[in-house]
């Protein structure tokens, strides 16, 4: 597997960054998880946009424009001779000295894998997945704005320990006040009365990718669609509940904190939606 690593191609035993490495020291650094079909890359603009933005907030100027990063991107995946891939693009902000001080750091680190896929087992898009709320709060976003997809994912993470001390593979993530944010890797959405609703991002929850895609496709399908602030007790009393991300697309929620959702069943909406991701992935990319 070769990887690219700051404008070259290195076979993966040899793509290494130092310790002093700014990303490794203080998690000061972005990235973007990418996917690609049948030799697509799925809504690449959206995650290039996504990943300057991002950049753009924490003052770090990546090295190269977004047309030689795609380059890079399209690069890697050939040379990996993958149709079906997983793409982690990262951008730290390089080599430096012990402290803190960004200035300290001469250039950016730049590295692009691309590696099969790996995907949820089948039996949670049949079955649907069961769910808790965390006891982590999200980020409070005037301290880190969970927009901002950086590589300092420890608040994700301890989350993620939630979710498996309770047996369960997600966790929901409240705002410091109460209200429903997100999952640790996924965005959450809601039916209810025929409705589909999903949190807000500016109280602190990730523009997912997947999550603009799956507004657009209600839109299109003439689905009514706001954006809520809600309780977890909203999630319990709803009709339907599914989460959506790069790796697990859409995905049905079954159970929340032992109480059962629809019956326990995944919801017609959601089912609906899942078919019509699925064909959007087959035309909406750019091929390589
Ligand atoms: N919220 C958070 C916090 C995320 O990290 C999403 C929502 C969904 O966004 P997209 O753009 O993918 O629809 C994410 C992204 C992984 C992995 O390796 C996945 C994410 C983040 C980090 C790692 O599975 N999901």
């Known amino acids: 597997m070769k990887i690219y690593l700051n ?8 793509a290494r960054i130092s310790v002093y490495d700014h990303g490794l020291l203080y998690g ?10 049948d030799g697509m890359i799925f809504r690449l603009k959206e995650h290039m946009d996504r990943l300057y933005r991002s950049a753009g907030a924490i003052e770090l100027k990546i090295p190269m424009p977004k ?14 001779s993958l149709k079906d891939a997983y793409i982690r693009l990262a951008v730290t902000r390089g080599f430096g000295d012990l402290g803190l001080d960004p200035r300290k750091c001469s250039a950016p680190t730049v590295f692009i894998i691309t590696d099969k896929i790996k995907l949820y087992p089948k039996k949670f898009y049949q ?33 993620k320990i939630d979710a498996i001390k309770a047996g369960t593979e997600e966790a929901i993530m409240l705002t410091y006040d ?13 039916v209810k009365g025929g409705v589909l609703m999903t949190p807000p991002v500016e109280i602190g ?11 657009g496709l209600a839109k299109k399908m003439g689905i009514g669609f706001s954006t809520k602030l809600m309780r977890v007790e909203d999630l319990y009393d709803a009709d339907e509940v599914f989460l959506t991300g790069t790796a697990a697309e859409i995905i049905p ?9 629809n019956g326990g069943k995944p919801g017609e909406l ?19």
């Open 127 to 159: 079955e649907g997945l069961e769910i808790i709320t965390a006891k982590t709060r999200r980020n409070f976003p005037q301290a880190l704005d969970p927009r901002i997809k950086s590589m300092n994912y420890l608040n994700n993470i301890l989350a």
């Open 253 to 261: 929620v079954v159970k929340i904190d032992k109480r059962t959702i």
């Open 7 to 14: 404008g070259k191609l290195v076979d993966k035993e040899k």
């Open 205 to 215: 929850a990730l523009e997912g990718i997947t999550r603009d895609a799956v507004i």
């Open 270 to 288: 959601t089912l609906k939606l899942m078919k019509e991701f699925k064909e959007l992935t087959k035309i909406d990319g750019v091929r390589y």
């Open 67 to 80: 047309a030689k990063m795609v380059d890079a991107v399209i690069k890697t995946l050939k040379a990996n």
């Open 28 to 37: 000061d650094g972005v990235f973007e998880g990418i996917r690609t079909y």
């Open 178 to 190: 109460g209200y429903v944010a997100e999952c640790t890797g996924d965005n959450i959405f809601i």
